[in-house]
């Protein structure tokens, strides 16, 4: 019986000289808060270590995605409200997020801006590389953090904008069938003799070949009148005076067009509508 005692006894006192010594030992919850000391994250020197391991120094596709990630986080970041019992803060100041932002925006462009001016200075332009470079311009146009590039933005933009319609000028003038529209055509052409279209292969000669386009393309359109007009009968016309009309129109027009390409062109076509002209007089306008 007393050894049972003891052997339950013993157990016990241990168990009770622990608590002992911990109650001793152990310092009251509110001295050890005050002990506590959690240093604050460095989250300016997060950013700047980012930039320096995961932007600087890549291709620009990379360099996008990671720009992107970094933006969304310092978002998230500038967006949080920490509580205490002092009041209610931000995590990260507003100077701080600015900041932030404009170091992460200054490290991307510099990266962009290199892979743009790249591209517009050699004699091929990929189009879904000038796809990209409007869609991210107009992207990077709306981020906080922007500085002065804002006016290279704008530039790029209209560079790829006027790619297209050079483009598109070059396929239109083809189609040329007055003197306005050869002028038109003409004078559009001029605005891309400079930097960078100059250096694209496919509008290095924009100037002359547009308005070859359109010469070629208004002659083509008065033949094509001229061989309507040859092609009628007298009984397609009420009188000679009705003719007369269309005749006398379309000598003008071969001689606008001759004058305005500075050539003698026209004078079969001149020759045509006399021959029509003498074919018509000896109608029977009686019928």
């Known amino acids: ?9 013993v157990p016990a006192l241990v168990l009770i000289g622990i608590i002992v010594i911990i109650a001793f030992t152990q310092k009251p919850i509110a001295k050890l808060e005050t002990e506590l000391q959690i240093e604050p994250f460095d989250f300016n020197g997060y950013v700047d ?22 933006y969304d986080i310092i978002t998230v970041e500038a967006s949080i409200v920490a509580k205490s019992t002092a009041g209610s803060a931000e995590l990260l100041s507003v100077s701080d997020a600015a900041d932030c932002y404009k170091k992460t925006y200054t490290a991307y462009f510099s990266i962009f801006n290199n892979a743009t001016n790249q591209l517009f200075s050699s004699r091929s332009w990929d189009e879904s590389q000038l796809r990209d470079i409007r869609e991210t311009a107009r992207m990077l146009q709306t981020r906080q953090g922007r500085t002065s590039s804002g006016d ?3 530039r790029f933009i209209a560079y790829v904008d006027g790619y297209y319609s050079a483009v598109k000028l070059i396929s239109n003038s083809k189609y040329c069938s007055s003197a306005t529209s050869y002028q038109y055509y003409c004078s559009q052409a001029k605005q891309y003799g400079g930097y960078p279209y100059k250096n694209n292969s496919k509008l290095n000669s924009i100037q002359s070949e547009v308005p070859q386009n359109a010469i070629t393309g ?25 003719f007369y009309n269309d005749y006398l129109s379309m000598y003008n027009k071969i001689e606008e067009c001759g004058k305005m390409s500075a050539t003698s062109w026209g004078g079969d076509l001149k020759a045509r509508m006399n021959q029509k002209d003498s074919e018509m007089k000896r109608c029977d306008w009686n019928y």
């Not at 019986?1 to 006894?9: A, E, H, L, R």
């Not at 930039?51 to 720009?67: F, K, P």
């Not at 083509?220 to 007009?229: A, Q």
């Open 152 to 154: 290279s933005l704008s």
């Open 1 to 9: 019986m007393n050894k049972n005692i003891f052997k339950i006894g």
């Open 218 to 242: 208004w002659r083509n359109s008065i033949s094509k009148e001229v061989d309507e007009i040859c092609g009628r009968s007298c009984y397609q016309y009420s009188s000679y005076n009705e």
């Open 49 to 70: 270590k980012y930039i320096s391991d995961s932007i600087v120094g890549q291709t620009n596709g990379v360099a996008l995605i990671r720009y992107n990630h970094i």
